[in-house]
């Protein structure tokens, strides 16, 4: 069975769009377009969050 990026951003408490980004960056396994949508599936793991580049930047300059 296969999830929408909604269905799958409310399973891991984060927002569709970044389930959308993830997706586009192929950093869900078995992520794949139907249509003009995403589906996923519904035992894909939630992969480990990256800094952002703007969390990064902040934590350098605390850092000097």
Same mark, same amino acid.
């Given at each position: 069975?296969?999830?929408s990026?909604?269905?799958?951003a409310?399973?891991?408490?984060?927002s569709h769009?970044?389930?959308?980004?993830?997706? +586009?960056? +192929?950093r869900? =396994?078995?992520?794949?377009?139907?249509g003009?949508?995403?589906?996923? =599936?519904?035992?894909a793991?939630? =992969?480990?969050m990256?800094? !952002? @580049?703007a969390? +990064?930047? !902040?934590?350098? @300059?605390? @850092?000097?």
């Amino acid at each position: 069975k296969y999830l929408s990026t909604f269905e799958v951003a409310e399973k891991w408490g984060i927002s569709h769009r970044r389930v959308g980004i993830l997706c +586009n960056e +192929n950093r869900i =396994p078995g992520a794949q377009r139907a249509g003009g949508r995403w589906i996923i =599936p519904e035992d894909a793991a939630k =992969p480990a969050m990256q800094e !952002s @580049k703007a969390e +990064n930047i !902040s934590s350098q @300059k605390t @850092k000097d």
